[in-house]
C-alpha cells in the first residue's frame, strides 16, 4: 500500500521507467524508444528514483520504529 502510494506521487516518466524496468522487465534501450528519452536518462531517472523510494522507506521506518 505505501509503495503504491509513493509510487502515485511520482511523475509520469519517473514511474514509467520505475515500472518498466523494475516491474516489466524492460531495457533501458525499449524504455528510451518507448519514451522518447534517452538511453542515459532513463539510468538517471530509474537511479534516483530508486533512491527517492529508499529514503521514503527509511523515514517510514523511523517514524514506526
Known amino acids: 500500500e ?3 502510494d509513493w509510487l502515485s506521487q511520482l ?3 519517473k514511474r514509467a ?3 518498466l524496468y523494475e516491474v516489466e522487465g524492460y531495457s533501458h534501450a ?3 524508444g518507448m519514451l522518447s528519452i534517452q538511453e542515459s536518462t532513463s539510468r538517471t531517472i530509474l537511479t534516483r528514483t530508486k533512491q527517492w523510494l ?3 522507506w ?3 521506518r523511523r517514524e514506526v520504529g
Open 17 to 19: 521507467v520505475f515500472l
Open 30 to 32: 525499449e524504455i528510451a
Open 58 to 60: 527509511n523515514q517510514e
Open 11 to 13: 511523475d509520469e516518466v
Open 54 to 56: 529508499r529514503d521514503r
Open 2 to 4: 505505501l509503495m503504491r
